[in-house]
């Protein structure tokens, strides 16, 4: 990897606060929510990684020179430079890494990003109230971040508890809330073999 400094264009004397900066505004300049459907999207995919990798390896160096017993965990790092990458973990299924990782951020530590972070993963895990918890703080948090209302869109529909109704050998329609058949024969009469309701 390229000398992590000149990758953020920083000073090696640089603080923590001034590292942050300027992570923040690279970050903002090349996340790859700004180039959707634009030809620049993979380029712009790279250059964040690049960009994740250099804040990641600096704040490490930091961290393990300030307190020499960081260097034991391999999670222990500044997260303000992994979320995307802790994304990707989560939607590549690799839930337990990620939940390592989100579980070594301290309280006064999780921002925005963290929440979301936490809500896209206990939905994926399929556990919606705590999905909808970690959402709404993240939301709270920044009102106007179009990536969080999204999953708060999603999150919230799936909490309706649609219900999605499928016909059975009988030819009727059954679902939980409205199947004649299962209550009367004590059991469900769908060809698959149960009601097929909820998310």
């Not at 920044?142 to 059975?168: H, M, P, Q």
């Not at 409205?178 to 469900?188: I, M, Q, S, V």
């Amino acid at each position: 990897m390229n000398d992590p400094y000149k990758v953020l264009n920083c000073s090696r004397n640089a603080t923590e606060e001034q590292i942050k900066s300027i992570y923040r505004k690279l970050a903002r300049k090349y996340h790859p929510d700004r180039y959707q459907n634009s030809p620049l999207a993979k380029e712009a995919d790279e250059k964040m990684k690049t960009i994740n990798a250099a804040y990641s390896q600096i704040m490490k160096e930091k961290r393990i020179s300030a307190e020499p017993a960081y260097a034991e965990s391999e999670y222990c790092i500044d997260v303000d430079g992994d979320y995307y990458e802790i994304e990707k973990m989560i939607n590549s299924e690799k839930y337990d890494e990620a939940e390592k990782i989100l579980s070594e951020v301290l309280s006064s530590d999780r921002k925005g990003e963290w929440y979301y972070c936490s809500a896209l993963l206990s939905y994926h895990r399929g556990w919606l109230e705590e999905a909808y918890n970690y959402i709404e703080t993240a939301c709270n948090m920044d009102r106007n971040n179009e990536k969080y209302i999204r999953l708060y869109n999603t999150i919230t529909e799936s909490r309706s508890g649609t219900v999605f109704a499928k016909r059975g050998s009988s030819g009727r329609l059954c679902s939980a809330d409205n199947c004649e058949n299962c209550a009367d024969l004590g059991e469900c009469c769908c060809d698959i073999g149960d009601c097929f309701s909820g998310f």
